[in-house]
């Protein structure tokens, strides 16, 4: 059964996955159980850390492997490798202008239940979550909306 996770990064680390074609991405050195947990099958949604936003859906394509070539380069931390990487397909990455702001999610997804509504932000520190499929479900269908340039619902 394909599980489903959050991916949390900076605009500069989307930028280069983005710039990649989306047929790559990597995680975190303090991500290693996790990454390894991702399979061939499994649905990536990417928060941008800064913009608070959710900007693309993508399908994971190969199992992760590790490598320690820099692709990717956070300014928060520059001697980040990201050295767990997978293949992966885009499903649907929204134009910037239709990025889906994440805060109206605090209240929508299930995951997200454990922090209070004025720390919402907090679900989102670290690099990976795995969430239910019901969230990655309401993510996918607002996704779509989106795409069509249709407006999600907030509540």
Same mark, same amino acid.
């Given at each position: 059964?394909?599980?489903? @996770?959050?991916?949390?990064?900076?605009?500069?680390?989307?930028?280069?996955?983005?710039?990649? %074609?989306?047929?790559?991405?990597?995680?975190?050195?303090?991500?290693?159980?996790?990454?390894?947990?991702?399979?061939?099958?499994?649905?990536?949604?990417?928060?941008?850390? %800064?913009?608070? !936003?959710?900007? /693309?859906?993508?399908?994971?394509?190969?199992?992760?492997?590790?490598?320690?070539?820099?692709? @990717? !380069?956070?300014?928060?931390?520059?001697?980040?490798?990201?050295?767990?990487?997978?293949?992966?397909?885009?499903?649907?990455?929204?134009?910037?202008?239709?990025?889906?702001?994440?805060?109206?999610?605090?209240?929508?997804?299930?995951?997200?239940?454990?922090?209070?509504? /004025?720390? @919402?932000?907090?679900?989102? !520190? %670290?690099?990976?979550?795995?969430?239910? !499929?019901?969230?990655?479900?309401?993510?996918?269908?607002?996704?779509?909306?989106?795409?069509? %340039?249709?407006?999600?619902?907030?509540?």
């Amino acid at each position: 059964m394909p599980r489903n @996770w959050i991916v949390v990064g900076s605009p500069e680390i989307f930028e280069t996955t983005r710039a990649l %074609g989306f047929t790559r991405h990597g995680f975190k050195s303090t991500r290693r159980n996790m990454a390894n947990s991702i399979q061939p099958g499994d649905l990536l949604a990417f928060y941008i850390s %800064g913009r608070k !936003q959710f900007a /693309a859906i993508c399908r994971v394509t190969s199992p992760v492997v590790e490598e320690h070539t820099r692709i @990717w !380069q956070s300014a928060k931390k520059p001697d980040e490798l990201y050295p767990y990487r997978a293949g992966i397909e885009p499903v649907i990455v929204l134009p910037e202008d239709r990025w889906l702001d994440a805060e109206p999610y605090h209240d929508r997804f299930r995951w997200t239940q454990r922090w209070p509504r /004025a720390n @919402w932000t907090l679900a989102y !520190q %670290g690099n990976l979550h795995e969430i239910p !499929q019901e969230d990655m479900d309401l993510l996918l269908a607002d996704f779509e909306r989106a795409a069509r %340039g249709e407006t999600a619902p907030t509540a």
